[in-house]
């Protein structure tokens, strides 16, 4: 699977953005998809998970009740909806999928995308 993130961007704090990552690969509908974050100076960091089917989401606490992740695999999509952006937000977001895991953890996603920047100014 090959991944490519975008819809980053500069954004007010308050503001929405929605982030995308389209697939390449016939096995799109069989992983677990995840978005991940990391600020500079800081580690990658979970934000939300979403499994193969849709049926599953789970979300960071920082985000829960403000981002929404979706996905539509016959588009071979995943996307981020994230509303009421906080400049706490600011980071590069990363799309990853897995074959197996429905994880929080970084290290057990096998396909990453190449990340796309979102800045949020106060």
């Known amino acids: 699977v090959q991944l490519q993130a975008s819809g980053g961007g500069l954004v007010q704090a308050g503001d929405s953005l929605r982030l995308s990552c389209a697939a390449s690969?016939?096995?799109?509908?069989?992983?677990?998809m995840g978005w991940f974050r990391q600020a500079p100076g800081k580690e990658r960091e979970f934000v939300a998970a979403?499994?193969?089917?849709?049926?599953?989401?789970y979300y960071a606490d920082s985000v829960k009740d403000r981002f929404t992740i979706f996905r539509d695999n016959a588009k071979k999509v995943v996307a981020l909806q994230m509303n009421s952006l906080k400049p706490e937000d600011t980071a590069i977001y990363y799309c990853?999928?897995?074959?197996?895991?429905?994880?929080?953890?970084?290290?057990?996603?096998?396909?990453w995308g190449q990340g796309t920047k979102v800045t949020v100014s106060s």
């Open positions: 990853a999928a897995d074959r197996y895991y429905f994880s929080t953890y970084p290290h057990e996603y096998e396909y």
């Open positions: 979403i499994k193969w089917s849709g049926a599953s989401t």
């Open positions: 690969g016939r096995t799109f509908d069989s992983v677990n």
